[in-house]
C-alpha cells in the first residue's frame, strides 16, 4: 500500500470523524435552542426536598466563575435560571432568594440549616450535609441582599438572569420555622445556545467537506492498488503463478519452499517442500478441491453466493497462543478502526454512485472488498475461529494467508434495491447475526427502575472459547467445530456484502460449514449411474465382440480420448461401485516429484494422475500428512478429484468451474461396443 494514499486516508478519516462530531453537538444545541422558543425552560421534575432545620441552602452552587462574562456583554445574554416551589404543609408560605455566597454565610452562621451538597436525577437521590447551630435565623423578607427572592402561599416561582460570581440558593419557611419540607422545580435557559447551534454547525460541515473527498480519494487509491497487487511483490503470492481466477481463490502451480507467504507446517511430513523432503523438491501451492461425489449431467448445483469465504486450519496451531492473540492483533484493530470508518464513508458514496449510475465504482468497491478481507483474516486469526497461528498481513490484497474473502464485482446494480435491502429485506438475516453475535440480555429491577444488562458471551464468541479450551487441553482442534465456526462466518460475512450495497442477490438461509467457500469448489464429473458388472454390448443387433477402443480418438463431450492410459485394462468389466461412489481406475505410473499435491484425507483406492476418475494432471491425493481430521492450507481433497470438460481460451490451463450445460462428462472409457462407455453417453 502507498504511504500518501494511506495518509490521505487517515487524515480524512480523523477530520470526519471531527466534522460529524461536531455535527452531532450542533444537533443537540439545535433542538435545545428550539426547545426553549418563546421563553421557555429546559425544567427538571418536581421532587421533594426536607430538612429538620431552619432552612435548605445551595452554598456550592457556582454560577459563572472564572472570569465571568466579557465586559459590556448584556446580562441576560448568557440566560436565566427558574426555581418553582412549594411547601408541603398547606398552611405555611415558602421563601426562596437567590444571594452572594459570602452574603448567605454571614445571614445562617450559628443557625441550624441543612445543605444540599448533591442531586442526581436517575434515580433521583439528594445528599444533605447538617449543620448545627444555636439560634433562629432572622425573617428572610427583611435582608437586603438577596438579589432575587419569590415568597407567599401555594406555588411560587422565581427567575434569574444568570451573572457572574458565586451564589448560593436559599429555601425556608416564610416565617423562618422548622423544619422545611419542599416541593421544588428548577429550569434554565440561555440565549448563547442559538449562537453556539450556528458554529458548531458550520465548523462539522467545513471538516466532513475536508474529510470525505480525502477518504474517497484514499479507498480509490487504495482500492487500484489491491486489484493490481494480486499476484505481485508484497502480495504473497508466489511468483510465476497466474494470479487467482473467478470461483478459485489461490493460483495452482508449485513453487519453491521458502517463498513469500507460505505456512511450511501446511505441508505433510514427507511430502515435497516439507523438513524430510529432498533438497530440490517443491512444495504444494494451495489448490482449489473438489466435490467429494458425482454430480449428473443437467442435475441441481448448490446455489453459489457471490461473495466468498474460505479459512483452513493450521494442523500445527499452538496449545495456548489463543489465549494472547487479542492482545498481538490490537494494532491490527487500530487499523480496522479508521477502515471501517473509510468504510461507512465509501458506502455511503457508492449509493449515490448506484442511484445515478447503476454502477458500484471499481476502485471504491475494491477497498471496501480489502476492507472486509482484512477483518475477516483479523477475526480468523484471533476471535472469530482462531484458525492459524500466522499473524495476518496489514494489506488490503488477496494474499495465501490462510484466511479469504472475495467477492464478484457487479456489471450492474438496480437502483431501486439501494433504498431497502440494506435494512428492510436484511432484517431476517440481521436478527439471525444479532443472535450469533450478541450477548444475552435482562432486566434487573435497582434503585426504583429497571436496569438492562448484559450477560454471558455471544454465541460465536462461545464457540471459539470452547474450541479454544479444546485445543489447550487436548492439542487438537475438533473438526466438526471448525466446519461450523466457517460456516456461521460464511452467514454473517455474506450479509455484511449484502448490506454494503455490493451485490443484489439475497443471501442464501443456509450454513455451508467448511472451510472452502462452494463457489471456490470445481463441477465434479460425472463418474455414471451405479451399475453391475458389464455383462456385454446391449441386447440388440451387433456387429461382433468389441475389438478394443475406436482406431481414432475419441471426441465425446468431454474432449478428445486417445485410449485409455499406459497399464489398464481395456476390455476390463465395469467395475461394481464400493463405499466411494467413484469407479477405481486402472493404475498408471506414480506422479513425479515435481508434481503438486493437495491436501486432504485420502480415498480408499487412489486413480493415477491424468486417468478417468483421477485427481486432473498434476496433482495427486493422499492423506494430510498424518493429521487425520485436520485440513492443511490447500483445505480438503476430494476422495477422487474428477476431471472436468476444459473450455478452450482459459487462462493458464484451468478448468472453468461451469461446464457448459450441454457439454457431457465422460465417465471409464475403453469398454462397450463401438467405443461406447456403458452407462456413460455415447461416442461420436
Known amino acids: 500500500m502507498k504511504a500518501g494514499r494511506i495518509v490521505m486516508l487517515v487524515l480524512g ?113 439528594t445528599i444533605y450535609r447538617e449543620v448545627d447551630g444555636f439560634k433562629p435565623p432572622a425573617d428572610p423578607a427583611r435582608q437586603s441582599f438577596w438579589a432575587a427572592t419569590a415568597t407567599g402561599p401555594g406555588e411560587q416561582e422565581l427567575t434569574w438572569n444568570l451573572r457572574s460570581g458565586s451564589w448560593a440558593v436559599v429555601v425556608m419557611n416564610a416565617d423562618a420555622s422548622a423544619p422545611v419540607a419542599v416541593n421544588l422545580q428548577a429550569g434554565a435557559r440561555s440565549d448563547l445556545l442559538w449562537p453556539i447551534f450556528i458554529g458548531l454547525l458550520i465548523g462539522g460541515l467545513v471538516m466532513l467537506l475536508i474529510g470525505v473527498p480525502l477518504i474517497v480519494l484514499g479507498a480509490a487509491g487504495l482500492g487500484r492498488a489491491a486489484r493490481s497487487g494480486r499476484g505481485g511483490p508484497g502480495s504473497g503470492v508466489p ?175 438496480s437502483r431501486g434495491l439501494i433504498f431497502v435491502k440494506s435494512w428492510l429485506l436484511a432484517i431476517p438475516h440481521l436478527l439471525i447475526i444479532g443472535v450469533l453475535t450478541g450477548t444475552a440480555r435482562s432486566w434487573e429491577f435497582r434503585d426504583g427502575r429497571w436496569v438492562q444488562e448484559g450477560v454471558g458471551i455471544s454465541l460465536l464468541g462461545l464457540l471459539v472459547f470452547i474450541a479454544g479450551v479444546i485445543l489447550l487441553f487436548t492439542g487438537q482442534y475438533w473438526r466438526g467445530l471448525f466446519d461450523l465456526l466457517l460456516g456461521l462466518n460464511r452467514w454473517i460475512y455474506r450479509v455484511i456484502a449484502y448490506v454494503s450495497l455490493m451485490r443484489d442477490e439475497y443471501p442464501p438461509f443456509h450454513l455451508d460449514m467448511g472451510p472452502v467457500d462452494p463457489g471456490d469448489m470445481p463441477v465434479p464429473a460425472y463418474a455414471g449411474p451405479p451399475a453391475g458388472p458389464y455383462s456385454g454390448p446391449p441386447a440388440g443387433p451387433s456387429v461382433g465382440p468389441y475389438a478394443g477402443p475406436p482406431a481414432g480418438p475419441y471426441a465425446g463431450p468431454a474432449g478428445p480420448y486417445s485410449g485409455p492410459p499406459a497399464g489398464s485394462a481395456a476390455a476390463a468389466p465395469y467395475p461394481v461401485p464400493g463405499p466411494s461412489p467413484y469407479p477405481p481406475a486402472a493404475p498408471g505410473p506414480a506422479p513425479s516429484q515435481g508434481q503438486a499435491t493437495v491436501r486432504g484425507p485420502a480415498p480408499e483406492r487412489e486413480a493415477p494422475s491424468g486417468s478417468p476418475g483421477g485427481p486432473p494432471s498434476g496433482q495427486t491425493g493422499g492423506p494430510a500428512g498424518g493429521q487425520a481430521g485436520f485440513y492443511g492450507i490447500g483445505g480438503p481433497a476430494a476422495a477422487v478429484n474428477a476431471e472436468t470438460p476444459e473450455v478452450p481460451n482459459n487462462q493458464g490451463g484451468q478448468s472453468d468451474p461451469k461446464p457448459p450445460a450441454d457439454a457431457g462428462v465422460e465417465g471409464p472409457k475403453g469398454e462397450g461396443p463401438s467405443g461406447e462407455v456403458p452407462g456413460g453417453p455415447p461416442g461420436t
Not at 52 to 64: E, G, K
Not at 90 to 116: L, Q
Not at 286 to 301: F, I, K, L, M, N
Open 13 to 125: 478519516a480523523l477530520c470526519a470523524l471531527v466534522g460529524l462530531g461536531l455535527l452531532a453537538g450542533a444537533g443537540v444545541t439545535g433542538w435545545a435552542n428550539y426547545q426553549q422558543r418563546d421563553g421557555r425552560y429546559f425544567v427538571t421534575p418536581s421532587e421533594q426536598f426536607s430538612g429538620d432545620s431552619f432552612a435548605l441552602t445551595t452554598p456550592r452552587l457556582d454560577l459563572m466563575t472564572a472570569g465571568g462574562l466579557p465586559e459590556g456583554t448584556p446580562v441576560d445574554l448568557a440566560g436565566s435560571v427558574l426555581l418553582r416551589g412549594s411547601t408541603n404543609d398547606p398552611g405555611k408560605e415558602i421563601f426562596i432568594g437567590i444571594a452572594p455566597r459570602a452574603d448567605v454565610a454571614a445571614y445562617m452562621a450559628g443557625v441550624r440549616h441543612t445543605e444540599i451538597v448533591d442531586v442526581r436525577f436517575d434515580p433521583f437521590r
Open 239 to 413: 511468483p510465476g503463478n497466474l494470479p487467482p481466477q473467478p470461483g478459485q481463490p489461490h493460483p495452482v502451480g508449485a513453487y519453491a519452499p521458502g517463498a513469500p507467504g507460505q505456512l511450511n507446517s501446511a505441508v505433510p511430513p514427507g511430502a515435497a517442500g516439507s523438513s524430510g523432503a529432498p533438497p530440490g523438491a517443491v512444495a504444494a501451492y494451495a489448490a482449489a478441491p473438489g466435490t467429494p461425489y458425482p454430480v449428473p449431467p443437467g442435475g441441481p448445483s448448490h446455489y453459489v453466493y457471490p461473495a466468498r469465504l474460505n479459512g483452513y486450519l493450521d494442523p500445527s496451531l499452538s496449545r495456548w497462543m489463543w489465549l494472547v492473540k487479542w492482545f498481538l492483533a490490537i494494532p491490527h484493530c487500530i487499523v480496522l478502526f479508521f477502515l471501517w470508518f473509510a468504510f461507512g464513508v465509501v458506502t455511503l458514496v457508492a449509493w449515490f454512485a448506484i442511484l445515478f449510475t447503476g454502477r458500484y465504482p471499481r476502485s471504491l468497491f475494491d477497498f471496501n472488498v480489502g476492507v472486509i478481507r482484512w477483518n475477516w483474516r483479523v477475526a480468523f486469526y484471533a476471535f472469530s475461529a482462531i484458525g492459524t497461528d500466522a499473524y495476518p498481513p496489514f494489506t488490503l490484497a488477496r494474499t495465501n494467508y490462510p484466511a479469504d474473502f472475495d467477492v464478484d464485482y457487479p456489471d450492474r446494480l
